[in-house]
């Protein structure tokens, strides 16, 4: 999967495209952003309430605030002014049969697709 390559490039280097072999797919009817692996086909979707998009671009992710925890949020801002947290965390879920991924910023959210707290990678 390596999406170590992937969460380096989300964390640092916005102004360049997304490296190879991954793919970002903003898809504006369902209102999603993801990322694809064009080797694999393994794709994430990033549930960030504001993503990046370069070139001073943001996309307002209004699905993905529908389950992030904001009191939880904005604890985790605070720790990370005085600590080595990283912002961006993994997590996964499979709930409907099928395995999901996700980006947040947070370690813990409630599932986009069952509303129960679900299990983050960091």
């Known amino acids: 999967m390596d999406s170590a390559v992937l969460f380096n ?5 916005r102004e360049c495209p997304v490296p190879f072999p991954w793919q970002a797919i903003i898809d504006i009817q369902k209102n ?3 990322y694809r692996n064009n080797e694999t086909g393994f ?11 370069g070139g001073g671009v943001f996309f307002e ?3 993905g605030s529908r389950f992030i925890d904001q009191e939880v949020l904005h604890e985790i801002s605070n720790l990370q002014d ?5 912002r961006l965390f993994l997590f996964s879920t499979s709930c409907s049969g099928v ?4 980006i947040v910023e947070q370690p813990v959210i409630r599932c986009p697709l069952c509303d129960r707290i679900s299990r983050w990678i960091p």
Not at 9 to 13: G, P, Y
Not at 45 to 52: A, E, H, K, S
Not at 82 to 86: A, D, T
Not at 99 to 102: E, M
């Open 43 to 53: 794709v994430i979707f990033d549930f960030r309430p504001l993503v990046d998009l």
């Open 61 to 63: 992710n209004t699905i």
């Open 9 to 13: 490039f989300l964390l640092n280097n």
């Open 82 to 86: 005085f600590q080595n947290i990283p």
């Open 32 to 34: 999603l952003v993801y």
């Open 99 to 102: 395995t999901f991924y996700g």
